[in-house]
């Protein structure tokens, strides 16, 4: 692709247009940027390029003359590729935008200083205004070095490899999965284990749940024109649980995951069997860092039950604040305010009957759980 610069400043260009992937992809010719300097088409005596607003105002307004003889003297007549100003009030570049500038053969920028271009150049000259985002810079230079950066990602050969753009971010219509590297422990943050597992359908099927748990996070507006199968829209909407039980206020995160001491051997008590295979991958995946019978329960995988009688009966004498109470087959699931008295638990797993109840304990002598509760 050949790209044209006009621009009252190409020393700002240069250092970008020379280092790294741009800089390989100039040398290697899979691009071409040329830098003109408007400069040097003004007509004025001293080489002006600028000059009050009429009608007054702040600031100054860059010549149409300059512009349009610099864009005369560079461009043939049967040009047909893209003019492009960069200019607060155009468009908004995205990935979409970029796409479509990508399948140019030739593309202009022009870069507006002070308070911008007089309206005959633009009217003259250019085919489109666009936008780097919501915000007003000193001048296009920036702008027309982010529209070649990311033109360029997706010029074949720019890359090292094809798929390298294929899999990021808004080019599958979702934000991208978190990437790791080595060490696979740096101080003691590990990697997702699924990551190290080498099984690729789980990795894949992780990385596709990171990308829609963080799109519907950050950005969920792009949720709406993203292409999704029918299992997308599955773990979205456990996604969806997941997050709405997460805002509860107050909740206790710290005691949520203080339930990753639960032995995992405990997770056929809890997750129906229909269900394990696609809960055990959400759950011990470490992908929230929080206790795998949480993320279990709050992403739907352990049905919801009706409130048990007993249950209530049973605490009654100093009832929870907050409990949220869940029935899976025989156990019961609470979370229950923090400070409640005694002895302390922040996380409870009792059997029906409240037979045998698990508190959390920070008695060491005892363990991470005791057995208590009224039933015992
Ligand atoms: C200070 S700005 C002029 C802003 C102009 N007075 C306005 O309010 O729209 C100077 C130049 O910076 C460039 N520029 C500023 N913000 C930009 C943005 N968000 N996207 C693209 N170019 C921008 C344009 O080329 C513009 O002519």
């Known amino acids: 692709m050949r790209i044209k610069v006009f621009t009252l400043f190409p020393e700002m260009l240069r250092p ?8 390989r992809a100039i040398a290697a010719g899979h691009l071409q940027v040329e830098l003109i300097d408007i400069r040097e088409y003004s007509a004025d005596k001293h080489r002006n390029t600028d000059d009050y607003p009429f009608g007054g105002g702040a600031g100054m307004v860059m010549s149409a003359q300059p512009i349009v003889d610099a864009f005369a003297a560079n461009l043939p007549e049967d040009f047909c590729g893209k003019r492009v100003y960069l200019s607060p009030r155009g468009r908004t570049l995205t990935q979409k935008v970029v796409e479509e500038l990508s399948k140019e053969k030739e593309l202009v920028l022009l870069c507006g200083h002070y308070e911008g271009v007089d309206q005959r150049a633009l009217d003259q000259v250019i085919d489109e ?9 000193t001048g296009g230079e920036l702008g027309a070095l982010v529209v070649i950066d990311a033109v360029s990602r997706l010029i074949p050969g720019v890359l090292g490899s094809e798929e390298s753009s294929e899999d990021e971010s808004f080019s599958t219509g979702l934000l991208e999965y978190p990437q790791y590297t080595r060490p696979a422990d740096f101080r003691g943050e590990k990697v997702p284990e699924v990551l190290l597992g080498g099984n690729h359908a789980d990795i894949v099927a992780w990385r596709r749940e990171q990308s829609l748990d963080l799109t519907l996070r950050r950005r969920p507006e792009l949720l709406q024109t993203a292409p999704l199968t029918e299992a997308d829209r599955d773990m979205l909407a456990r996604l969806r649980r997941a997050q709405a039980i997460e805002a509860v206020p107050g909740l206790d995160h710290q005691g949520l995951q203080a339930a990753d001491r639960f032995p995992k051997e405990w997770f056929a008590a809890f997750v129906p069997e229909a269900q394990r295979k696609a809960a055990k991958r959400q759950c011990f995946s470490g992908r929230r860092h929080v206790g795998w019978l949480w993320q279990a329960f ?14 209530w009966e049973a605490w009654r004498e100093s009832p929870p604040e907050r409990c949220w109470l869940y029935l899976p087959e025989d156990r019961l699931l609470y979370q229950v305010r923090g400070d409640f008295e005694p002895p302390f638990p922040a996380f409870i797993l009792a059997d029906e009957a409240l037979t045998r109840t698990f508190v959390r304990t920070s008695r060491p002598g005892k363990g991470p759980y005791a057995a208590v509760g009224p039933g015992r």
């Open 298 to 311: 709050s992403m739907g995988f352990i049905p919801e039950f009706a409130e048990s009688e007993a249950a």
């Open 129 to 137: 205004e666009l936008s780097i985002g919501d915000y007003v810079l």
């Open 16 to 23: 970008m247009l020379g280092a790294s992937i741009l800089g």
